[in-house]
Nanobody, 124 residues
Framework: QVQLVESGGGLVQAGVSLRLSCAASGGTFSSYAMGWFRQAPGKERSFVAAITRFGSSTAYHDSVKGRFTISRDNAKNTMYLQMNSLKPEDTAVYYC?????????????????WGQGTQVTVSS
């Protein structure tokens, strides 16, 4: 069973960049496809980005395409989300998740393990 811990969130102004990290422990990191989700106040958790086990394929929600980049370093058991040109509507708690599937998936029901989340707040 893998444990996931997010970090890198914070309060920033619109237009700047942040990089989130998701550190995994307790499992073989390369055995999992990974994803980022976010939940804004009063809204349901929504898909942000996903990456396959060895990073050969990625997927993004349309709202972050061209601004966010998902990546992973299996040697460091860590996944990243580089977020550029942040907007106030990106404000949310960001969660990383691990899945046993062999493809990128935006379906939260296909993820088996979740982190506790990190808050990202973007002011205008």
């Amino acid at each position: 069973q893998v444990q996931l811990v997010e970090s890198g969130g914070g309060l920033v102004q619109a237009g700047v960049s942040l990089r989130l990290s998701c550190a995994a422990s307790g499992g073989t990191f390369s055995s999992y496809a990974m994803g980022w989700f976010r939940q804004a106040p009063g809204k349901e958790r929504s898909f942000v980005a996903a990456i396959t086990r060895f990073g050969s394929s990625t997927a993004y929600h349309d709202s972050v395409k061209g601004r966010f980049t998902i990546s992973r370093d299996n040697a460091k058991n860590t996944m990243y989300l580089q977020m550029n040109s942040l907007k106030p509507e990106d404000t949310a708690v960001y969660y990383c998740a691990a899945s046993y599937v062999y493809y990128t998936t935006s379906n939260p029901n296909e993820y088996d393990y979740w982190g506790q989340g990190t808050q990202v707040t973007v002011s205008s």
